[in-house]
């Protein structure tokens, strides 16, 4: 390659990296000042993601709940990005309880990777409710209980919350996780989920303002 053509190409990448960078860190900066101004509303501590701390993160009491939620990027599948919101009961359901649904799209198509698993012979608590059972993946300690702490009202409120989403819903005895698809980089947003994960929790554990409950 002729030295003047080498230098040229030299160039233009160097360019290119420069405005990546560039990119990047405007991104970034907008994103913490969105999770910033949620966090204030909300009254949560922001910690900011920085060169150092790679994911966005904020935590702590919202809506009768404690929260932790989090911007970050998965460590397998190829680094895909996701935000989490987890809500702590302030009480031990006592069921052994742990139901998990899972969405994503591939191809433009939507996959319940639970219904795959149960094809395959994974062990599940039935409820009875087909539109519910084809998404959640439900363990504990006895299956009555579990069954009448599935209510109908509150399978609803789950499949519709998993059907928001692109990820994930699970319960366990101590709290409520959802993870959805991309890390949300609005203000508002950010509240939103907040408000509906705590709206979930409240339903879940028969705790908080009947605002709350009357709002979902």
């Not at 969105?34 to 993160?57: E, I, M, N």
Request: with cysteine; charged share 20%; glycine share 8%.
């Amino acid at each position: 390659m002729p030295p003047f053509l080498l230098a040229t190409v030299l160039t233009l990448a160097s360019i290119a990296i420069a405005f990546g960078v560039v990119r990047g860190a405007n991104l970034v900066r907008r994103t913490n000042q969105a999770w910033q101004g949620a966090a204030d509303a909300l009254g949560l501590a922001f910690q900011p993601k920085t060169s150092v701390l790679r994911y966005y993160s904020m935590q702590g009491d919202a809506y009768n709940f404690r929260f932790q939620i989090d911007g970050y990027r998965s460590t397998r599948e190829e680094g895909r990005p996701y935000t989490r919101f987890k809500a702590s009961f302030p009480q031990s359901l006592g069921l052994s309880l742990k139901a998990t649904g899972i969405r994503f799209q591939c191809m433009g198509q939507h996959i319940h990777p639970v219904s795959i698993a149960k094809s395959f012979g994974a062990r599940t608590i039935n409820t009875g409710d087909p539109a519910f059972d084809q998404l959640f993946l439900i363990k504990g300690a006895d299956e009555e209980l579990v069954r009448n702490f599935l209510t109908p009202v509150r399978r609803a409120h789950l499949r519709a919350s998993l059907q928001a989403t692109t990820a994930m819903v699970e319960i366990t005895d101590d709290q409520v996780t959802c993870s959805t698809g991309g890390i949300l980089r609005d203000t508002e947003s950010l509240i939103d989920h907040t408000r509906q994960i705590a709206t979930l929790a409240a339903l879940l554990t028969d705790f908080g303002t009947d605002e709350q409950k009357a709002s979902y």
